[in-house]
């Protein structure tokens, strides 16, 4: 085919990362031509993964996720190679007197979630779209321009080809190409705090709880890893490590040996001694939210639309929601005759998860702001309000709910 040759699609799916991927294979059932594009190749790793080297991007997938990959047949695949379910949550803060403890058996619930790394999931979504018949896979392709129409749009790639479509999802991330060349308005500040990840081996088993300490730099976070399906080996954790950037460049520039040091302190040798650490990672952090998720036939979802402060692990869930919502819009409005672009039923998308997205933005910066805050009055109400919502299961088990995703 001539470069410049056109094709055309009824969707186009821009960004094909665990969010676009999934989103393809919601829409798997549809009488429709769709492309996932990427700029990137799709590598499908063999997820037959053993011993102790780990990817050090993870997710923290919560139950409604879960549910998702159960209806896609995806999770199996997941449970097959290697993830870990976490039953108990302890977070605490720098002075040691306030802490919440959360509990799977005090919300009646099998897990409060699960942690996988992000490759595994991508193979396991890769494997299930890659044999899908009305999904072309196009990458490695970069998206140069678009020409925006009523009757439909018009991707031109760096290479000149021309992809066009009556409906464009952007999945592209945080630095979407899509929301900018469409001019997206939105609302964003940095946060003044690099992220470091990395996977570490612990001395004590960390049996399967997730750990979240905040210290006066920034929150830190253990979550627990299994070295092979279904194991009894709980020494490895993905540890994500929030710190201002002065900080965060003295801890990237220590030693392995040194790294763990501080690290067994900031944890309050609460899993033992830290023997290993895996190589470090740091990005910087910003809030990132698009006043609007359509404009005409384009629709953001994930973190193109919003991107928050990895204080929870919501931020890849708050996408997959996203996904989800956008595939059952798509699926009743064309059971009922509507355009794929028809703005009523991009509407009912935007309206029901803008505000959940908010919702749970703001909650994010209220937590950082509470537990960023030094001045002695805040420590002391933090402290005693942390205390307060342990005690008050109704409460603690409505947080732990909500961070779970079972109400979404």
Not at 58 to 71: E, G, M, R, W, Y
Not at 107 to 118: A, P
Not at 187 to 195: L, T, V
Not at 385 to 400: E, F, H, R, Y
Request: hydrophobic share 40%; with cysteine.
């Amino acid at each position: 085919m001539n470069d410049s040759q056109e094709q055309s699609f009824d969707i186009v799916i821009v960004g094909g990362g665990m969010v676009g991927a999934t989103m393809a294979c919601l829409l798997r059932d549809l009488d429709l031509k769709i492309a996932l594009v990427d700029r990137a190749k799709f590598d499908v790793l063999n997820l037959e993964v053993t011993g102790g080297k780990f990817d050090p991007r993870v997710s923290a997938i919560t139950t409604a996720t879960k549910k998702i990959f159960l209806d896609l047949k995806v999770w199996p695949d997941i449970e097959a190679a290697r993830c870990c379910n976490y039953l108990g949550m302890q977070v605490w803060d720098a002075d040691g007197t306030g802490s919440i403890n959360f509990s799977a058996i005090d919300l009646n619930q099998s897990e409060l979630g699960t942690i996988v790394e992000n490759s595994i999931l991508s193979s396991a979504l890769y494997q299930q779209i890659s044999n899908q018949k009305n999904l072309s896979l196009l990458a490695p392709m970069n998206i140069a321009s678009m020409e925006v129409s009523e009757g439909g749009t018009r991707l031109i790639t760096d290479k000149g080809q021309q992809k066009t479509a009556k409906l464009i999802i952007a999945a592209d991330g945080a630095n979407s190409i899509i929301r900018e060349l469409c001019r997206f308005p939105t609302r964003e500040w940095e946060y003044n705090h690099n992220a470091i990840v990395t996977t570490v081996k612990t001395e004590l088993a960390h049996q399967q709880t997730a750990l979240q300490r905040f210290i006066d730099t920034g929150p830190l976070a253990f979550l627990p890893l299994s070295v092979e399906p279904n194991d009894s080996i709980q020494n490895y954790c993905s540890i994500v490590w929030t710190a201002i950037p002065k900080h965060a460049e003295y801890l990237m520039q220590l030693s392995d040996k040194n790294f763990c040091a501080e690290l067994t302190k900031a944890i309050e040798g609460r899993l033992g001694n830290i023997e290993w650490c895996d190589k470090r990672f740091t990005f910087p952090l910003w809030q990132r939210h698009s006043i609007d998720y359509v404009k005409n036939n384009v629709v953001l979802i994930g973190d193109a639309a919003h991107s928050i402060h990895p204080l929870a692990g919501q931020g890849v869930n708050l996408g997959f929601l996203d996904a989800a919502v956008l595939a059952r819009e798509l699926h009743h409005g064309i059971e009922v005759g509507r355009e794929l672009s028809d703005q009523t039923v991009l509407g009912r998308y935007q309206r029901k998860r803008k505000g959940h997205n908010l919702g749970m933005m703001w909650l994010m910066e209220g937590f950082k702001y509470l537990f960023a805050e030094q001045a002695l009055p805040i420590r002391w109400l933090r402290n005693i309000g942390m205390s307060g919502v342990d005690n008050i299961s109704v409460v603690k088990n409505n947080l732990a709910r909500r961070a779970m995703g079972l109400d979404w």
